[in-house]
Nanobody, 123 residues
Framework: QVQLVESGGGLVQAGGSLRLSCAASGRTFSSYHMGWFRQAPGKEREFVAAINWSGVVTDYADSVKGRFGISRDNAKNTVSLQMNRLKPADVAVYYC????????????????WGQGTRVTVSS
């Protein structure tokens, strides 16, 4: 079992930055691949970024590539999402997820999910 708690969401002006964090419980965090997903109002949940268990392999949605960065600290059981040059289109609830089926874009591959943290971007 892994419990995930996101933090760091809030209101920011367009062009600004936020850093989301996800704290994981349990002693097996380093064996999980981690992902960030988001769900905008009225839309389906979508992939944002993923990182493999060691932190060596990362993947990003085209819409955030070059603006967002995912990282992890296995010693602290945390995964972070640095979001730069935020746009109104980035408004969503952001979720972190953990799974052992690869650092994949597919939400179904992740077994554990946090409750989400809301990001609002004002234009």
């Amino acid at each position: 079992q892994v419990q995930l708690v996101e933090s760091g969401g809030g209101l920011v002006q367009a062009g600004g930055s936020l850093r989301l964090s996800c704290a994981a419980s349990g002693r097996t965090f380093s064996s999980y691949h981690m992902g960030w997903f988001r769900q905008a109002p009225g839309k389906e949940r979508e992939f944002v970024a993923a990182i493999n268990w060691s932190g060596v392999v990362t993947d990003y949605a085209d819409s955030v590539k070059g603006r967002f960065g995912i990282s992890r600290d296995n010693a602290k059981n945390t995964v972070s999402l640095q979001m730069n040059r935020l746009k109104p289109a980035d408004v969503a609830v952001y979720y972190c997820a953990a799974g052992r089926n690869g650092a994949t874009v597919a939400a179904a591959a992740y077994d554990y999910w946090g409750q989400g943290t809301r990001v609002t971007v004002s234009s």
